[in-house]
Antibody, heavy 116, light 106 residues
Framework: QVQLVQSGADVKKTGASVTVSCKGS???????YIWWLRQAPGQRLEWMG?????????NYAGSFAGRVTMTRDTSINTAYMELTSVTSDDTAIYYC?????????WGQGTLVSVST | EIVLTQSPGTLSLSPGERATLSCRAS??????IAWFQQKPDQAPRLLIY???YRATGIPARFSGSGSGTDFTLTISSLEPEDSAVYYC????????FGQGTRLEIK
């Protein structure tokens, strides 16, 4: 079955960088964009950007531009999202999702906690 | 940015009843609307896309309707497992989500 499996929870200090991985299986990985979204406590779901696994092309939401980098390794069907200079406002569950173009399916989510 | 406003905030119904959830867009999104179900400690799951098409494996009791600015998700006969938060999402102009409707099954 189509599945996205993300890396485990992480705890970071303010100012650090965090990287979350997302491994796809059950479908041709390069044929669908991978989107990254996050769900912060009390906030709406928010998109961060997407990567085209075939070309490596990316598009980032304005609120994250300059702090986020999305990459992929097609040899292992895995996408990565790196967020730099994190603060407590970045404490959230981070999700990857396959764009079909609708978000289906989603990864299980990765909790990133930022502490001072 | 297109703002999606969902109502009601919380809905409490009994098994077998009909649930009607609303999503209103701040400007027209044509039919570029999806609905997701999210249960505690789970990722959102796609239910409806393009306003009215059921995603693969979604039971027929879930249906969507609407176009332009007003959309509805209907669950025709509630089951206990339908207890969840439901979100609408648009992709007409970038991507935004509604704030969610919490559905409780009594």
């Amino acid at each position: 079955q189509v599945q996205l499996v993300q890396s485990g929870a992480d705890v970071k200090k303010t100012g650090a960088s965090v990287t979350v991985s997302c491994k796809g299986s059950g479908y041709p990985f390069s044929d669908y964009y991978i989107w990254w979204l996050r769900q912060a406590p009390g906030q709406r779901l928010e998109w961060m950007g997407w990567i085209n696994p075939k070309t490596g092309g990316t598009n980032y939401a304005g609120s994250f531009a300059g702090r986020v980098t999305m990459t992929r390794d097609t040899s292992i069907n895995t996408a990565y999202m790196e967020l730099t200079s994190v603060t407590s406002d970045d404490t959230a569950i981070y999700y990857c999702a396959r764009g079909t173009p609708w978000f289906d399916p989603w990864g299980q989510g990765t909790l990133v906690s930022v502490s001072t | 940015e297109i703002v999606l406003t969902q109502s009601p905030g919380t809905l409490s119904l009994s098994p077998g009843e009909r649930a009607t959830l609303s999503c209103r867009a701040s400007q027209s999104v044509s039919t570029y609307i999806a609905w997701f179900q999210q249960k505690p400690d789970q990722a959102p799951r796609l239910l409806i896309y393009d306003a009215s098409y059921r995603a693969t494996g979604i039971p027929a009791r879930f249906s969507g309707s609407g176009s332009g600015t007003d959309f509805t998700l209907t669950i025709s006969s509630l089951e206990p497992e339908d207890s969840a938060v439901y979100y609408c999402q648009q992709r007409s102009n970038w991507v935004t989500f509604g704030q969610g409707t919490r559905l409780e099954i009594k």
